[in-house]
Structures are given as structure tokens and as C-alpha cells.
């Protein structure tokens, strides 16, 4: 294989991919309990579930611990974008769902009240992005409403929906009720309204 078999992880055939690997074993686990080699082993899986099956290859920040501490500080929040560099094989549109998903409700690393506001008010803070990040009265409403017992990533699928046909991955989740950009509800139940209200922002208030 390309990249050691201890590191890598079956996400599974749910919904929501699995990882959760202190619950988990690594293809290396898997393969040697089977009697196979790790290819032959992910080749399996991969027959097993149509071709569905994705695998979690952990590059790098393995100490799972040593994250929750880090991301519990009170000065640090998740940050993580991509801007469509590698759209064949990153997709990092799901990253905020992850971390109420994973960092809030699966691990408990903060409170709810703390996640929302890593997620909003203090990035716009530090982006310098005006009247956004808080609801108050004279603000832009920008807003998602979700269930935070619900609220998911899905498993990332490949799709052909660029100009030429080229494919880029795309991730569904759930647990949100609504996206509201600028007032205007864009998203509802998963399904877009039709309603494009957001504009391109040009003005900054960084200190």
C-alpha cells in the first residue's frame, strides 16, 4: 500500500462516516486478524459495499488527547479551508458540522454555548467581518438552525457538476432546519430555496 495500513481506518457504510477510532481498528488490525494482506482486505470491503465504502487515512495530529486539550482553550477555534484547490480530493465544506458533531457531542471537548461561539463570533472577530458573528439588533442574519443532537456530516460522494463535467467531492449533512444568509432563507430542510442574498464582503474593521 501507499501509506502504512496502521494508519488507516474503514469510515464504514452509514451515513455519517465513523471516526471514532479509539472504537475502531486500522486496515493492519483488520487484515492481520483476517489472514490477508491490507489490500486484499480493503478490496473486500470495497466489493462488500459497492464501492461505497470510504477509508480515513491519518496523515498527521494522531494524539487525539493532546487535540482535545488544544481545542479546548478558550482562544482557540476550528479553522479549515481548502478554497477549492483540490476539489477531486478534499472536501472541506463539512468541517464546522464535524467539529459540533465530533468535538461537541461526541467528545464533549466544549459546550455547546462554546462551540457556536468559536464557530461565529469569534472569527468575524478576528476576520474583522462587520455587524456579523452575533444576533443583535442592526446585524446581518446570518444563520443556521439545527438540532445539535442531530446535526451530522454525511459521507463524501463524488460528483460531475463543474463546467467539462469535472467531478469535485460533495458532502450532505443533516440536523439543519434552515440557512439564512442576510434574512433570506437559502437552505430548508437540505433543500436550497433558490434564494442567492449573499454578497461578496469588501470591507474589513481588522485592528
Given at each position: 500500500m501507499w501509506y502504512d495500513p496502521n494508519h488507516i481506518y474503514p469510515l464504514?457504510?452509514?451515513?455519517?462516516?465513523?471516526?471514532?477510532?479509539?472504537?475502531?481498528?486500522?486496515?493492519?488490525?483488520?487484515?492481520?486478524?483476517a489472514g490477508v494482506h491490507p489490500v486484499e482486505l480493503v478490496i473486500d470491503r470495497l466489493i462488500e459495499s459497492n464501492g461505497l465504502e470510504l477509508f480515513n487515512t491519518w496523515?498527521?495530529?494522531?494524539?487525539?488527547?493532546?487535540?482535545?486539550?488544544?481545542?479546548?482553550?478558550?482562544?482557540?477555534?476550528p479553522g479549515l479551508a481548502d478554497t477549492g484547490a483540490h476539489i477531486g480530493q478534499i472536501c472541506d465544506a463539512d468541517a464546522t458540522t464535524h467539529y459540533l458533531q465530533y468535538w461537541y457531542r461526541t467528545r464533549g471537548v466544549v459546550t455547546l454555548p462554546q462551540a457556536i461561539r468559536k464557530l461565529t463570533k469569534m472569527p468575524a472577530e478576528v476576520l474583522g467581518l462587520k455587524k456579523r458573528g452575533t444576533l443583535e439588533v442592526g446585524n446581518f442574519a446570518d444563520i443556521n438552525?439545527?438540532?445539535?443532537?442531530?446535526?451530522?456530516?454525511?459521507?463524501?460522494?463524488?460528483?460531475?457538476?463543474?463546467?467539462?463535467?469535472?467531478?469535485?467531492?460533495?458532502?450532505?449533512?443533516?440536523?439543519?432546519?434552515?440557512?439564512?444568509?442576510?434574512?433570506?432563507?437559502?437552505?430548508?430542510?437540505?433543500?436550497?430555496?433558490?434564494?442567492?442574498?449573499?454578497?461578496?464582503?469588501?470591507e474589513f474593521a481588522r485592528a
Open positions: 464504514g457504510t452509514e451515513f455519517s462516516p465513523n471516526y471514532n477510532e479509539q472504537n475502531g481498528v486500522s486496515i493492519a488490525q483488520l487484515a492481520e486478524a496523515f498527521f495530529n494522531r494524539n487525539t488527547s493532546d487535540l482535545e486539550d488544544f481545542l479546548a482553550l478558550d482562544h482557540v477555534y438552525v439545527f438540532d445539535p443532537q442531530t446535526v451530522a456530516s454525511g459521507q463524501p460522494t463524488y460528483v460531475n457538476d463543474f463546467p467539462d463535467q469535472t467531478g469535485r467531492l460533495f458532502i450532505k449533512s443533516r440536523g439543519y432546519a434552515a440557512t439564512i444568509v442576510n434574512g433570506a432563507i437559502v437552505t430548508e430542510q437540505g433543500t436550497h430555496t433558490g434564494a442567492r442574498p449573499g454578497r461578496v464582503i469588501r
